[in-house]
């Protein structure tokens, strides 16, 4: 008498990539894999061997000859609720950046642009604007997603944006991890102080008894919010049941990531220009770090991010599109390319941070991110003959089938509802 039958087999894999935690290649290889889910979780992975005694006629059996098999993908840092565009400012600084020459031109720049178009939204305008991208990520094999607010700066619009978030894991087959950004900046129309004391006094008591978000987020930087005042908003933040992460290191080192580690954050990301010292102390404190290399190359970045003294202080880099009006950018398998290029990242280093370290990255690490029994049954086949080839194949979206929740969710290039 066998176990309990699979819903769904996927066997025959070329290549299937477990990406667990401690796997020498950072992938988990196995060759010809399989892999058998049930009741949305992953029942057993392996060979062949492994998952035949949980077939029965009632299973659907999937063949992935010549494909790769993985975890979806986890993209744990964007701004996807937003309204509007700013391709005109994109397309005038691809020929300079000169701020001078741009203002005198009348382009429109910067987050208060996006804030604009943002506050004035309906919902509904609202979430098809946003919903229209996330499709999009989900085609290309993102499974799980965090998205944050921060393009309204009051109480209304940050609370509208997270409330899409609702609607959009409602809807959509993705799971969201929503985090309340109302320290993107601060209001236009108040001062830094007046703002902060609202923000901490009125907003995020209100965004914490909502239950909308379970994170909270800052953007810590020259110009910006420094490290203790980034402290006062995030532990109070955390007092309402939403966990800090930080925006940290992007264009100067102001302590950021120090007090990620002291805080013990979800993850500190950007880090640019994070020194090796601070790179330890998060690592230490089992915070992961978040790459962005797709920001990187839309703004020309100065100082791209670097991963070799992450990894080689023990960090767990996890990565993301970081999608948003200045790097509208929905493809997980782009941003591959670009850190495997541009950052000089391996294919299989690139893979793990965008599976397994960005989950670390969302406290989520115990149930997605990996091809694990037990584990949320979250997985994609991708067209190609091997991993590598997400990296070396630009521009393509391999996605041939997602499973999420141990449901077809993708298939044939569409959305299955």
Known sequence: MIKKAADIVIENAA???????GAADCVGLIKNGAVAVRDGLIAAVGGRDEVAPLIDTATKVIDASGKVVMPGFVDCHTHVVFGGTRVEEYCARLETDDLDELKRRGVPMGIMVTLSATRGLPVEELYEQSARRVRKMILSGTTTLESKSGYSLNIEGEMRQLEINRMIAEKLPVDISSTFLGAHGWAPEMEKETYMDMLIGEMIPEVGRSGLAEACDIWCDAGHYEKEECRRILEAGREYGMEPKIHAGAYSYVGGEDLAAEMKMYSADH????????????????????????IDFAVNHPLFFDPRPMFGAGLELGMATNCCPGCWCTSMPFIISLACRQHRMSPARALRAATYGSACALKRNDRIGSIEAGKQADIIILDIPSYEDIAYRLGENPVDTVVRHGKISVRNGAIVV
Do not use: D
Request: proline share 6%.
């Open 15 to 21: 290549q299937l990539l477990t990406c667990e935690k």
């Open 271 to 294: 880090l640019n220009y994070t020194p090796v010292e601070a790179l330890e102390k998060l690592a230490a404190a089992g915070v992961a770090g978040g790459g962005l290399p797709g």
